[in-house]
C-alpha cells in the first residue's frame, strides 16, 4: 500500500534538516516567517500534520501515528537525521517521536508542552467550530461572527479563519478535518508520553504567561529528557513563537548551534 506523506514547504538549503511542526488547528503557513530565519542556515521543513492544513485526512489520529508520519516524511525525503520543534500539539508530537526513534533525532525542541496528559480544554472552540454551517455561510465574516459567540479573543479566532478556504464545491469550508480532531481530542491531550528516555540535548520552552508547564513539571521534564533546559519566552503565552519571535528564534538558534 502506498505510504501517504504529510504535505510540506522546504526554506534553505543548509546541511542540517530541522523539521516544525504546528499545534492543533494549525498549519504550516503559520510558520513561513520563522522558516525563512531558520532557512539562513538548516534545510526547513513546515510540515501539516494530518488532518491539517493540506495534508491528507485521515479517520485514525493518534500521537503515535503523527509521529510514525514525521518517521516516513523523513524516510520519503531521505533525511537520516533532524532537528525537530514541535508547538503544542505539534511539542506533544515531538516527545513521543524522540521516545520511538530517538536515533534519528539531533536536537529537540518542545514549545509550550510538558510531557504529561492534560485535562480536555479546547471545548469552547470545539464547540464553535462545530457550530459554523458552511451551507448558509456566504463570507469569512459569516464564520467570525459565528465563532465570536464563543470565542472572545481575537487573536484565538484570526488564528482559526486562517484554516478557512474556498472548497471545490464553491463553498466556504475549514482545511482541518474538524469531525476526526473532535472525536480523536481526548486521546490527543489526555494520554501519558510514551515509555522511555531521551538522552539528547532538548530544549523545553515556556511562554511567560502560559500555564501548559508549571514548576512542578520540572521533575518528569528531567526524569524523561536528562539533557534538557528549561527557558521561559518573555511577555508571551502559549503561543510564544507568534507574541514574541525574536525570542523564540535566537533562544532556539543558541540551543542548535
Same mark, same amino acid.
Given at each position: 500500500?502506498?505510504?501517504?506523506?504529510?504535505?510540506?514547504?522546504?526554506?534553505?538549503?543548509?546541511?542540517?534538516?530541522?523539521?516544525?511542526?504546528?499545534?492543533?488547528?494549525?498549519?504550516?503557513?503559520?510558520?513561513?516567517?520563522?522558516?525563512?530565519?531558520?532557512?539562513?542556515?538548516?534545510?526547513?521543513?513546515?510540515?501539516?500534520?494530518?488532518?491539517?492544513?493540506?495534508?491528507?485526512?485521515?479517520?485514525?489520529?493518534?500521537?503515535?501515528?503523527?509521529?510514525?508520519?514525521?518517521?516516513?516524511?523523513?524516510?520519503?525525503?531521505?533525511?537520516?537525521?533532524?532537528?525537530?520543534?514541535?508547538?503544542?500539539?505539534?511539542?506533544?508530537?515531538?516527545?513521543?517521536?524522540?521516545?520511538?526513534?530517538?536515533?534519528?533525532?539531533?536536537?529537540?525542541?518542545?514549545?509550550?508542552?510538558?510531557?504529561?496528559?492534560?485535562?480536555?480544554?479546547?471545548?469552547?472552540?470545539?464547540?464553535?467550530?462545530?457550530?459554523?454551517?458552511?451551507?448558509?455561510?456566504?463570507?469569512?465574516?459569516?464564520?467570525?461572527?459565528?465563532?465570536?459567540?464563543?470565542?472572545?479573543?481575537?487573536?484565538?479566532?484570526?488564528?482559526?479563519?486562517?484554516?478557512?478556504? $474556498? &472548497? =471545490?464545491?464553491?463553498?466556504?469550508?475549514?482545511?482541518?478535518? #474538524?469531525?476526526? *480532531?473532535?472525536?480523536?481530542?481526548?486521546?490527543?491531550?489526555?494520554?501519558?508520553?510514551?515509555?522511555?528516555?531521551?538522552?539528547?540535548?532538548?530544549?523545553?520552552?515556556?511562554?511567560?504567561?502560559?500555564?501548559?508547564?508549571?514548576?512542578?513539571?520540572?521533575?518528569?521534564?528531567?526524569?524523561?529528557?536528562?539533557?534538557?533546559?528549561?527557558?521561559?519566552?518573555?511577555?508571551?503565552?502559549?503561543?510564544? $513563537? &507568534? =507574541?514574541?519571535?525574536?525570542?523564540?528564534?535566537?533562544?532556539? #538558534?543558541?540551543? *542548535?548551534?
Amino acid at each position: 500500500m502506498e505510504q501517504d506523506i504529510i504535505h510540506s514547504k522546504i526554506i534553505g538549503s543548509g546541511t542540517e534538516h530541522l523539521i516544525i511542526l504546528h499545534g492543533l488547528f494549525g498549519q504550516l503557513d503559520n510558520w513561513n516567517t520563522h522558516a525563512r530565519q531558520f532557512g539562513e542556515i538548516y534545510t526547513t521543513h513546515i510540515v501539516d500534520l494530518r488532518n491539517h492544513g493540506r495534508s491528507f485526512h485521515s479517520d485514525f489520529s493518534t500521537i503515535r501515528v503523527m509521529a510514525e508520519d514525521v518517521l516516513n516524511y523523513m524516510n520519503f525525503h531521505q533525511i537520516d537525521k533532524a532537528h525537530l520543534i514541535g508547538h503544542s500539539l505539534g511539542g506533544r508530537i515531538v516527545m513521543d517521536f524522540a521516545m520511538l526513534y530517538p536515533d534519528k533525532l539531533n536536537h529537540l525542541v518542545v514549545a509550550d508542552m510538558a510531557p504529561k496528559a492534560y485535562e480536555p480544554h479546547h471545548n469552547a472552540i470545539f464547540k464553535a467550530l462545530s457550530s459554523v454551517d458552511f451551507s448558509q455561510v456566504t463570507s469569512r465574516k459569516d464564520v467570525e461572527e459565528i465563532l465570536a459567540q464563543y470565542i472572545p479573543e481575537i487573536g484565538v479566532r484570526q488564528f482559526l479563519l486562517k484554516n478557512v478556504y $474556498h &472548497a =471545490e464545491d464553491g463553498q466556504y469550508a475549514f482545511r482541518f478535518n #474538524l469531525p476526526v *480532531l473532535h472525536q480523536s481530542y481526548s486521546d490527543l491531550v489526555g494520554q501519558n508520553l510514551l515509555d522511555g528516555i531521551f538522552n539528547g540535548p532538548t530544549l523545553f520552552l515556556k511562554g511567560e504567561k502560559s500555564n501548559y508547564i508549571m514548576p512542578e513539571d520540572e521533575f518528569i521534564i528531567k526524569k524523561r529528557f536528562p539533557n534538557s533546559a528549561i527557558k521561559t519566552i518573555a511577555n508571551a503565552g502559549h503561543w510564544l $513563537h &507568534a =507574541e514574541n519571535p525574536k525570542d523564540f528564534i535566537s533562544t532556539i #538558534l543558541t540551543f *542548535l548551534i
